[in-house]
């Protein structure tokens, strides 16, 4: 056989094997991982989908919803109460939805043993308003930012940002999303009912 020949099978050779070795070690990773059975642990839980908030409209056209940053335990696996934190309730907060040109107050109180900050992700607003590591909000204390939204509908979320502590805060369960709806929004034609949450929980304030 020639050499270029068989230097061109030998190289062919190589590639197939190594193809092969890949290949099996992704089957093996991925066998491995019960991610192909149907109703296995890693995906034996429902997906929470927290409520939509209450809000009130004041004589100006402003909507006010209010917020607690609490503690609580959460069930997340039959048997096993797990601490965690919540926005009006023991995890997670309530999705807030509000419409462009619309003016908003959030009341925000905190009844957490420690100081944190909500924070308005995504969202147009003054500084002020921000909610960043800069404006934190005591233990046992409150805030009440208000602004008018000003942007096209989105999908946002609202978060904790102390300096430090971000994401302790944001692993305890403390997240929520804030829907903005304008008048091209409102003509799709897409699903607008929020769901309710499924893991059973209590609260401790």
């Given at each position: 056989?020639?050499?270029?020949?068989?230097?061109?099978?030998?190289?062919g050779?190589?590639?197939?094997?190594?193809?092969?070795?890949?290949?099996?070690?992704?089957?093996?990773?991925?066998?491995?991982?019960?991610?192909?059975?149907?109703?296995?642990?890693?995906?034996?839980?429902?997906?929470?989908?927290?409520?939509?908030?209450a809000?009130?409209?004041?004589a100006?056209?402003?909507?006010?919803?209010?917020?607690?940053?609490?503690?609580?335990?959460?069930?997340?696996?039959?048997?096993?109460?797990?601490?965690?934190?919540?926005?009006?309730?023991?995890?997670?907060?309530?999705?807030?939805?509000?419409?462009?040109?619309?003016k908003?107050?959030?009341?925000?109180?905190n009844?957490?043993?420690?100081?944190?900050?909500?924070?308005?992700?995504?969202?147009?607003?003054?500084?002020?308003?921000?909610?960043?590591?800069?404006?934190?909000?005591?233990?046992?204390?409150?805030?009440?930012?208000e602004?008018?939204?000003?942007?096209?509908?989105?999908?946002?979320?609202?978060?904790?940002?102390p300096?430090?502590?971000?994401?302790?805060?944001?692993?305890?369960?403390?997240?929520?999303m804030?829907?903005?709806?304008?008048?091209?929004?409102?003509?799709?034609?897409c699903?607008?009912?929020?769901?309710?949450?499924?893991?059973?929980?209590?609260?401790?304030?």
């Amino acid at each position: 056989m020639p050499r270029g020949k068989r230097t061109l099978l030998i190289r062919g050779s190589l590639v197939a094997g190594f193809a092969l070795v890949i290949g099996a070690l992704f089957t093996w990773l991925y066998t491995g991982a019960g991610v192909s059975t149907v109703g296995a642990v890693n995906f034996g839980n429902a997906l929470a989908v927290p409520p939509l908030a209450a809000s009130t409209v004041e004589a100006d056209g402003t909507r006010v919803f209010d917020l607690r940053m609490q503690a609580g335990e959460t069930e997340f696996t039959p048997g096993t109460r797990t601490p965690t934190s919540g926005f009006n309730g023991s995890h997670l907060g309530p999705t807030l939805r509000a419409a462009k040109g619309e003016k908003v107050r959030v009341k925000v109180a905190n009844t957490l043993p420690q100081g944190s900050t909500v924070h308005w992700h995504g969202m147009h607003l003054p500084a002020a308003m921000d909610g960043g590591p800069h404006q934190t909000v005591p233990a046992g204390g409150s805030w009440a930012p208000e602004w008018t939204i000003a942007q096209p509908a989105a999908t946002l979320w609202y978060h904790p940002h102390p300096h430090g502590a971000t994401e302790t805060h944001v692993q305890r369960g403390l997240a929520g999303m804030f829907l903005l709806d304008d008048a091209e929004s409102a003509a799709f034609p897409c699903p607008r009912r929020t769901g309710s949450t499924t893991s059973r929980s209590s609260s401790r304030t």
